[in-house]
């Protein structure tokens, strides 16, 4: 089976001891777990006071490794998001760029996001949204980082009926909380955990919607496969999920 990854990271993160990946050392340990393609964001951009240089590292460092998909963030609280964003997306293989709205410090229903989500709309790119990037119980005790709401998420991708959005970090109760509500949205799996989980998760959102996601280096790689390959779910319906859709997605 083809497993295309939605949440990967390269760079260092600050409070844990997690492995700071070059591009060429992910691609090396995601295909050592049978993980061939990736959609790859850089965790330089979280804490930096612009994402920009970040972005520019990110698109040398994937440059000829095979396949990384590169996903620059944009911060559109930043009077330059626009630069940065033409900047980052003059590069072919960008499809789709995150957003970070708890650690940049704004909401979803902001004015800069919603002129950012019009120019993607224009530009036929797609937009991941961060939700988390660790639990936060376990987050630096100097930091009160809080998710998105997954009410505040589906009042966002109920406003934006024309933009292709990806949630990325949702828990399985919140994915089942807001699915229904939001038919067009595609959930990453990363921090969907229950015994069971896709069974679970299958009873009540659309297969469609569910995309294999790692979230290497914060999470285990191989815990990511084990969802899918000890659910028991039928292999059509497992495609879907580990690559089909997000395939779909991307366009």
Avoid at 134 to 149: C, Q, S, Y
Avoid at 170 to 194: N, Y
Avoid at 204 to 229: E, N, Y
């Amino acid at each position: 089976m083809n497993y295309f990854d939605a949440s990967t990271w390269i760079g260092k993160w600050p409070f844990a001891f997690v492995d700071a990946h070059t591009a060429r050392s992910l691609a090396a340990h995601l295909k050592a777990h049978g993980i061939r393609r990736a959609l790859v964001s850089p965790l330089d951009a979280v804490f930096a006071p612009s994402p920009g240089p970040a972005n520019c590292e990110l698109l040398r460092a994937t440059r000829g490794v095979a396949g990384l998909t590169p996903v620059p963030v944009i911060n559109p609280s930043l009077a330059n998001w626009r630069e940065e964003l033409a900047a980052a997306t003059s590069d072919p293989r960008v499809r789709a760029v995150r957003l970070l709205p708890t650690y940049h410090n704004y909401r979803l229903r902001s004015r800069g996001v919603d002129e950012l989500v019009a120019e993607l709309v224009r530009r036929r790119l797609r937009l991941i949204v961060q939700v988390r990037l660790i639990d936060e119980r376990h987050e630096f005790h100097a930091m009160n980082i809080k998710p998105v709401k997954p009410t505040d998420f589906a009042t966002f991708a109920a406003r934006h009926p024309r933009l292709h959005v990806m949630a990325s970090g949702f828990l399985r109760s919140e994915i089942l909380s807001i699915a229904k509500s939001c038919p067009r949205v595609l959930f990453d799996l990363s921090f969907a955990e229950w015994h069971e989980t896709i069974r679970h998760l299958l009873v009540k959102v659309p297969v469609r919607q569910l995309a294999f996601a790692s979230h290497t280096p914060f999470l285990i790689t191989a815990a990511a496969r084990a969802k899918l390959d000890t659910s028991g779910v039928p292999r059509s319906r497992l495609t879907a999920i580990a690559s089909r859709n997000l395939e779909r997605w991307l366009g």
